[in-house]
């Protein structure tokens, strides 16, 4: 069964708006990590900003922030003024306790517009 | 950078021979993953070294195997080479296994197989 989903494959978004890319994940495991990565075009995978299942708070960085919304299972990352150079895939992840693999959705492409 | 080196960044071999690939982890860092992105894919989780001992195992075919040495650095041979194993091989270390440690993620090894 897969585990994280990302169902936008692909999003357009005109420069300086606020961008929102959706993650779900499945996991009957009470502790577990999410995890967001950038790849630009040039393949590098960079690491954004992290949450814990027990964190109470929504994770910041910069102009990256976590929607945690546990209930639904959701992790969104919401990246806001987008610029030009935030065009890359991004990949949500988790990793849960009870081992210490980490599993990737499929990822979305973000396109930023002039 | 992130610290995390791998080599060669390309290969490029026919099918049914046999490559390693080299992965020296952050100072520091004790776990070693192995992760297969091939074209327009997620990542693919393969492997996972702690501090030289198998951790966790993804869906790592048989021909393929890896190991992970004293010094921490790990290496990941292919053998009997199909043309569907072409793909960026990542290895990525985090300090230790569960936790909130991100993955840190070398440039990749670009491996093409003819």
């Known amino acids: 069964a897969q585990k994280i989903t990302q169902t936008q494959p692909g999003m357009f978004v005109q420069e300086k708006e606020a961008v929102t890319l959706d993650c779900t994940y499945d996991?009957?495991?009470?502790?577990?990590?999410l995890f967001w990565y950038k790849q630009p075009s040039s393949g590098e995978m960079i690491f954004l900003i992290y949450q814990g299942s027990y964190d109470q708070q929504n994770a910041t960085e910069g102009r990256y922030s976590l929607n945690f919304q546990k209930a639904r299972k959701s992790a969104n990352l919401v990246i806001s003024a987008s610029q030009l150079g935030d065009s890359a895939m991004y990949f949500c992840?988790?990793?849960?306790?009870?081992?210490?693999?980490?599993?990737f959705g499929k990822g979305t492409r973000l396109h930023i517009l002039p | 950078d992130s610290g995390v080196t791998q080599t060669p960044k390309h290969l490029i071999t026919a099918t049914g021979q046999r490559v390693t690939l080299r992965c020296s982890p952050r100072s520091g860092d004790l776990s070693v993953y192995w992760y297969q992105q091939s074209l327009d894919q997620g990542l693919q989780f393969l492997i996972q070294y702690y501090n030289g001992e198998e951790r966790a195992k993804g869906n790592i075919l048989e021909r393929f195997s890896a190991q992970q040495f004293p010094d921490l650095h790990s290496e990941l041979n292919l053998s009997s080479l199909e043309l569907g194993d072409s793909a960026l091989y990542f290895c990525?270390?985090?300090?230790?296994?569960?936790?909130?440690?991100?993955?840190?993620f070398g440039n990749g090894t670009r491996l093409t197989v003819t």
């Open positions: 992840a988790m990793r849960e306790a009870r081992d210490d693999k980490i599993i």
């Open positions: 996991t009957s495991d009470p502790s577990y990590g």
């Open positions: 990525a270390s985090s300090v230790a296994g569960p936790g909130n440690s991100p993955l840190h």
